[in-house]
């Protein structure tokens, strides 16, 4: 095993944030946070990205193991990513086995309008657990390169895999066969958060559009899995917003009965919530802001969630304003803030820092529930800058960046019976 290197940065319940005037104040917080690496290092050509990862349950006597997945992206391309990798640990991140190519996600050949010399792979990739089944299953899409490069008009399909705890293995990917509609040609679940039912059904979000379309809409699939193969039932509300490219890259939670959405948009971030405990049937999409009415300043990233019994539901997200101009996108730091069920907005007086920001972008993470005492939450330092050179990682080394993959754990404070 190789030991990671591990800050404690929060030892009590009291935590500093930053203002939206820059001021800093403490607050109290129903979580420590503890910060640590898994990883880092990198050779000034390539960089991990898409870290996230997924928990199997402890059992008598030992840990939960947690299995992360990763993989290389090339500096010098754009979304040029490679096969993933994976690094496991057994003792709640204390060490992580060093990351390990897996061959079953190695790019393949593969052809589309005429071209027999592209190739394909998978990206964008998240496990969680699945309790029903008790296998891991990871689901992404799929991306089509041609020399090296991401083609710009291909089909993408909805990717799964599912990892046995008992073998440490992962079975050969698969794709998610969809209705025979054009809308569905261009469909996949990369980077979202899924949601399961109690009988082993997968409410899993999706963007999808036609081959050569501008704008993504947003659905939830209603799948069901036997721990072998996702079989899609039935999809719920189709959603869009007419700015630039639509709603893309969206996560669902279940909180108190009802299901939540917060969906990528190039401009602005969005949220849309279920009727009632319909899972399919969804609110028209609404902006994220803060509880002032403000715009909380996310754009052209994802977002996700966290959610706890007892504290409540949260969002983790990027924003303009954080003095991070230096940033591509504005992607780092990682903030963490409580959200306002009814209302649809974040609570300001609650956002605090997750993940520092060191020159580098964070935007492309996951969140792991680990046990009802501790989620984590997962992120790359992804070592490409803004332009004019955006290739050239100096300027994030400069400012502190080492492609570290950070593994930042919530350890939740418990109720005043003393149950969480």
């Known amino acids: 095993m190789v030991y990671s290197k591990v800050a404690i940065i929060a ?6 944030v930053v203002t939206n005037k820059g001021m800093t104040q403490e607050v109290t917080s129903p979580f420590k946070i503890e910060r640590t690496v898994a990883t880092q290092g990198f050779d000034g050509k390539f960089c991990w990205v898409h870290a996230r990862a997924g928990a199997v349950p402890s059992t008598a006597g030992s840990e939960a193991m947690v299995v992360m997945t990763l993989q290389k992206l090339q500096l010098s391309g754009s979304d ?28 393949v050949p593969f052809a589309f309008d005429g071209h027999d010399d592209l190739e394909m792979t998978v990206c964008d990739f998240t496990p969680q657990w699945h309790a029903k089944t008790e296998t891991l299953l990871g689901t992404g899409h799929t991306v089509v390169y041609e020399n090296n490069r991401v083609r710009k008009i291909r089909p993408r399909e909805v990717a799964y895999a599912v990892y046995h705890p008992s ?26 958060q899924r949601a399961d039912l109690q009988n082993g059904e997968v409410l899993l979000p999706i ?6 379309e501008t704008q993504y809409a947003t659905t939830v699939l209603r799948c069901q899995f036997d721990g072998e193969t996702l079989r899609y039932r039935e999809h719920g509300t189709e959603m869009s917003v007419d700015v630039k490219r639509g709603l893309a890259e969206p996560s669902i939670t279940e909180y108190d009965g009802r299901y939540f959405l917060t969906m990528r948009n190039d401009d602005h971030g969005y949220v849309s919530v279920s009727e009632g405990n319909d899972s399919l049937k969804f609110s028209p999409p609404k902006k994220w802001t803060f509880d ?41 730091p990682l903030f963490i803030a409580k959200v306002d069920p009814e209302r ?16 580098a972008r964070l935007g492309n993470f996951g969140i792991t529930e680990v046990s009802e005492n501790e989620t984590w939450i997962t992120a790359t330092e992804w070592m490409q800058g803004i332009p004019p050179n955006p290739h050239d990682p100096r300027p994030l080394v400069k400012r502190g960046a080492d492609n570290r993959v950070w593994v930042v754990k919530l350890n939740w404070a418990k109720s005043a019976s003393g149950a969480q």
């Open 207 to 212: 963007y999808f559009k036609e081959i050569g």
């Open 344 to 359: 649809l907005h974040v609570i300001r007086a609650t956002e605090q820092i997750v993940v520092p920001e060191k020159g």
């Open 167 to 192: 073998q440490e293995t992962w079975a050969k990917w698969r794709t998610v066969e969809l209705p025979n509609e054009p809308k569905f040609r261009n469909a996949g679940a990369g980077c979202g």
């Open 292 to 332: 002032d009415g403000s715009d909380l300043g996310n754009y052209n990233t994802q977002q996700h969630w966290v959610r706890h019994p007892i504290h409540g539901l949260w969002l983790v997200y990027t924003r303009r304003g954080a003095d991070n101009d230096h940033v591509f996108r504005h992607r780092a």
């Open 11 to 16: 030892s009590c319940f009291l935590s500093i």
């Open 80 to 107: 040029v990513f490679y096969a993933l990798n994976e690094m496991r640990t057994t003792n709640l991140g204390k060490s992580w086995t060093p990351p390990v190519e897996l061959q079953s996600f190695a790019r």
